[in-house]
């Protein structure tokens, strides 16, 4: 578990998919993003120059999707603790879309999770399941409905979360 302090706001991404859907990130994201105190991946990055772009805004942890390549060096899921009050889980997620929260609640549910963080469906998600927050930032590049991002307030007693469409 990775401890994490002074944190108030997240940037969260997923599924960019690049060069392989498309060859670089949307250009609002950088303003989008701009001041933020972190910022999570969940996967699918597909090339490393994804966390070298999205580091030169703020801080990244990134999880392996099943489209990018060991070399990445990526786990596959995090799990971190945002200042002593939130663990948030953060994984791709694989498999079918169809139970996709179940395979996430299991792997996670002994951390006690304030939220599971994923990708993988491409389709923005914010969900009770199991009495576990599970949120999906969608796409930023190749969203199923539409593309879009993520911003989590964490300054306060709850994690507040907006879905941003790009």
Same mark, same amino acid.
């Given at each position: 578990?990775?401890?994490?302090?002074?944190?108030?706001?997240?940037?969260?991404?997923?599924?960019?998919? #690049?060069?392989?859907?498309?060859?670089?990130?949307?250009?609002?994201?950088?303003?989008?993003?701009?001041?933020?105190?972190? #910022? #999570?991946?969940?996967?699918?990055?597909?090339?490393?120059?994804?966390?070298?772009?999205?580091?030169?805004?703020?801080?990244?942890?990134?999880?392996?999707?099943?489209?990018?390549?060991?070399?990445?060096?990526?786990?596959?899921?995090?799990?971190?603790?945002?200042?002593?009050?939130?663990?948030?889980?953060?994984?791709?997620?694989?498999?079918?879309?169809?139970? #996709?929260?179940?395979?996430?609640?299991?792997?996670?549910? @002994?951390?006690?999770?304030?939220?599971?963080?994923?990708?993988?469906?491409?389709? @923005?998600?914010?969900?009770?399941?199991?009495?576990?927050?599970?949120?999906?930032?969608?796409?930023?590049?190749?969203?199923?409905?539409?593309?879009?991002?993520?911003?989590?307030?964490?300054?306060?007693?709850?994690?507040?979360?907006?879905?941003?469409?790009?």
């Amino acid at each position: 578990m990775l401890i994490l302090t002074g944190i108030k706001k997240i940037g969260v991404i997923s599924d960019t998919h #690049i060069p392989s859907r498309t060859l670089s990130l949307p250009d609002n994201i950088f303003s989008l993003f701009d001041g933020m105190d972190l #910022i #999570i991946h969940c996967g699918d990055l597909v090339n490393a120059d994804v966390l070298t772009e999205l580091g030169s805004i703020a801080p990244v942890y990134a999880v392996r999707g099943n489209m990018d390549p060991d070399s990445i060096g990526l786990s596959i899921s995090e799990v971190l603790d945002i200042n002593g009050k939130f663990i948030i889980c953060v994984s791709h997620g694989a498999g079918s879309p169809f139970d #996709i929260k179940h395979r996430l609640y299991k792997e996670f549910i @002994a951390y006690k999770p304030s939220i599971i963080l994923y990708g993988h469906t491409h389709i @923005a998600a914010d969900e009770i399941y199991h009495d576990i927050r599970l949120f999906n930032p969608g796409s930023a590049t190749s969203g199923r409905d539409f593309n879009s991002v993520a911003v989590l307030d964490v300054s306060g007693g709850i994690i507040s979360a907006k879905v941003i469409r790009l």
